[in-house]
């Protein structure tokens, strides 16, 4: 399939002056959808599996549940990031976190693509696939140990915090080395909150966030005596509010770092972070970035005409919008059981859950799910449709895959194709936050693979089932204690 996920949301709200730098919206409709209604019911595939390749994809993984990733899609999505409009050049960074899987890294790394990191480990873990060392970018709550060999290999380090920066310096002193400094602009976006200061789960900016040195410290000259201190570089300003994408927010953050480079002469590049919305749903919105980039690269132009010339490389770091829509959850409906009275329910159980995706658990996040036969045959789709409540395999009562739209504890049901025990459940939206983000092994759970659907439709294994035996291969009972 090559429909761009713009396109799947091609109706734009409009966009008043005020929000001209910032993420423009696009949605299937504006009108609300009940949680009932979120997919229609007996749809013959999914955002990219037929019953078909999704039987197949269960096949090569050697049964389900299973991760499968659309190489067309992560093509498509990554062409779109790197045609986001510049005015001095541009590197998109992936936010590797999203999903780690080395080939995926392999794949963005073959297109052009650099690397953002948020720990040592995801260093390593780059390099291990290739990826050179200058070409990652390493931002972390978590200073490694080994900063200075990474740094020394030729990673890029966005010091996070004063204290971070003081250990770096301490390191370097003296050297003339260059750094990156991640601000706190001083407001967020993300989350349930409506709230630009308050704290949310996916809100990464403002005084209820740890995340970057507080603007303040930029601006008091607090963060400029530690430079000049330790005779570094500051070569990046790095700044990101988190996955709201809300276009007042970004607009005012945007303008605000340009004024954290102009304290630092030596910035030449400025990043933005990534957080862009991705709608997993019908009626949800999703950014374009050809909409957002242009007036971007007008205010960079127009920095470098208030500043004697003055040039500065954008950066930016998606992630969810790299993945999230290229990978689905595979699982199977292992049971199905009922409930009577007016609060009754039909529940369908997958032989998945929060061990695989716990979005749902976590944040409330609603993921579009689709019903296929378990034949593997588009023509036993067949007409009849219920409305279900689905939910995982671990002994868990906050594993429920559909909350209620709004209400993280509340059940939602779902108006879906009426199931058999054997049936495939897709759940699409799974390619962001899912594999990388899973609660594996949680009542003792094995780790599910990971398989590719190419160009051709050919279905190949990137990460075997973790055996077993590997969840207790590290315990170990010391000798003499019973």
């Known amino acids: 399939m090559k429909l761009s996920t713009a396109a799947l949301f091609s109706v734009a709200f409009a966009a008043s002056q005020c929000d001209a730098f910032s993420p423009t919206l696009r949605s299937a409709s504006s009108t609300v959808v009940s949680s009932t209604k979120l997919q229609m019911a007996n749809p013959t595939e999914s955002v990219f599996l037929s019953p078909e390749t ?18 067309d899609k992560l093509v498509e999505n990554a062409d779109a990031c790197l045609a986001f409009p510049n005015a001095y050049g541009l590197t998109v960074r992936y936010a590797m976190k999203a999903c780690p899987n080395g080939v995926i890294l392999k794949l963005f790394n073959k297109k052009g693509i650099h690397i953002d990191a948020s720990s040592g480990f995801e260093v390593r873990r780059a390099m291990m696939n290739g990826i050179p060392a200058e070409n990652i970018s390493l931002s972390t709550q978590e200073l490694p140990e080994d900063f200075a060999e990474l740094v020394d290999m030729g990673v890029k380090l966005n010091a ?30 993300g989350g349930f909150s409506a709230s630009s200061t308050g704290f949310s789960k996916t809100n990464v900016g403002g005084p209820a966030s740890s995340f970057g040195i507080w603007n303040k410290f930029v601006e008091d000259g607090t963060v400029p005596s530690i430079v000049e201190k330790y005779g570094l570089v500051v070569e990046r300003i790095h700044t990101h509010i988190g996955s709201g994408s809300d276009p007042a927010i970004w607009q005012s953050v945007a303008t605000k770092s340009l004024s954290f480079c102009k304290i630092f002469p030596t910035v030449t590049a400025l990043n933005l972070g990534g957080g862009y919305k991705v709608g997993r749903n019908k009626g949800e919105p999703s950014t374009d970035l050809q909409e957002i980039g242009k007036p971007v690269a007008e205010v960079f ?9 003055r040039e500065l490389r954008l950066e930016i770091e998606p992630g969810t919008f790299l993945v999230a829509m290229a990978g689905a959850l595979v699982s199977k409906v292992q049971d199905k059981v009922h409930t009577t009275g007016d609060e009754g329910h039909v529940f369908l159980k997958m032989d998945a859950g929060m061990t695989d995706v716990i979005r749902p658990s976590l944040y409330g996040a609603i993921h579009p799910i689709t019903i296929l036969p378990g034949s593997g045959k588009a023509a036993d789709v067949g007409d009849e449709s219920e409305s279900v409540v689905v939910v995982g395999h671990c002994c868990e009562s906050g594993d429920l895959m559909t909350p209620k739209e ?14 058999e025990i054997g049936d495939i459940i897709v759940m699409d939206g799974s390619g962001a936050y899912c594999a990388g ?10 780790e599910s693979p ?9 279905v190949h294994l990137i990460r075997a089932r973790q055996p077993v035996e590997a969840i207790w291969a590290n315990e170990c009972t010391p000798e003499g204690l019973f």
């Open 54 to 71: 999704a039987k197949k994809c269960v096949e090569v993984a050697g049964g389900s549940p299973l991760y499968a990733y659309s190489m």
């Open 160 to 189: 996070c915090s004063i204290s971070q920066l003081e250990r770096f310096g301490q390191h370097y002193n003296g050297t003339g080395q260059k750094v990156g400094v991640r601000v706190n602009p001083g407001v967020g976006s």
């Open 301 to 309: 132009k127009q920095f470098a005409a208030d500043n004697d010339g």
């Open 406 to 419: 709004g209400e993280p504890e509340s059940l939602g049901e779902r108006e879906l194709r009426k199931a």
């Open 437 to 446: 983000m899973s609660t594996k092994n949680y009542n003792s759970y094995p």
């Open 450 to 458: 990971e398989v590719l659907v190419d160009d051709k439709g050919e």
